[in-house]
């Protein structure tokens, strides 16, 4: 679904920071060998995620969901110096080739990966957030947002993607559908939460921005 014409998408693009070539081989890759391609953050919301991260200047940044690794290196360009990205992914097959691109970054050595269930690994990961990107089983978002918040900075943001769920949050949700049943909870849960500011975008599936408070 397309809450804007593709022609004006295509006009947003062109007037944001162009994709690094990087990500751009990522990208092309991505489409060529692995399944789903459409999980891809993309170009534009890549330079969106990119922007956040650099306003942030996270030293510790947590993303729940690599997929191929894309979101990870725009995110990692905000990065402090020292700076940590924890990624978790419960694909092993992936693993090799995110690490191939993240390798072939700045950012290799800052980017470390986690394989195995997030909701397992989140709470013995020890350290506080500044900048954390959820991206994973939409059935467990809420869970992921209540098993982090704690763990921000204050001030910090939380961002989750895929909230508008190509429009299906807005029709008549089918019985069997557990994924925009779960996303409904989780829009609503998160705009009453005290512990956080929040505000939904509608930039490509739709990003929620939650800073804490």
Known sequence: MHFIS???????????????????????ETHQKILQP????????????????????P??????????????????EGLQEKGIID?????????DFQRSFFDASLFGTQIKQHLGNALEII?????????????????????????IV??????????SDNVLWSGKILEEVKP???????LLEFNKMVNEDPRVETVLLPIRDGLTVSRVL
């Open 6 to 28: 593709e022609e004006l998408e295509d006009y947003v693009a062109k007037h944001s920071q162009p994709e690094p070539a990087l990500l751009a081989k990522l990208n092309k």
């Open 38 to 57: 459409r999980m891809l953050s993309g170009h534009f919301q890549g330079r969106v995620l990119s922007m956040i991260s650099k306003l942030v200047q």
């Open 59 to 76: 030293l510790h940044i947590l993303e729940i969901g690599t997929y191929t690794g894309y979101a990870t290196l725009c995110l990692a």
């Open 87 to 95: 990624t978790l992914d419960n694909n092993e097959e992936l693993f």
């Open 123 to 147: 709470p013995n990961l020890n350290k506080t957030y500044d900048l954390v990107f959820i991206d994973a089983d939409k059935e467990n978002y809420s869970n992921y947002f209540n098993l």
């Open 150 to 159: 704690p763990m921000m900075n204050k001030g910090g943001i939380v961002l």
């Open 176 to 182: 069997n559908d557990k994924s925009t049943k779960a």
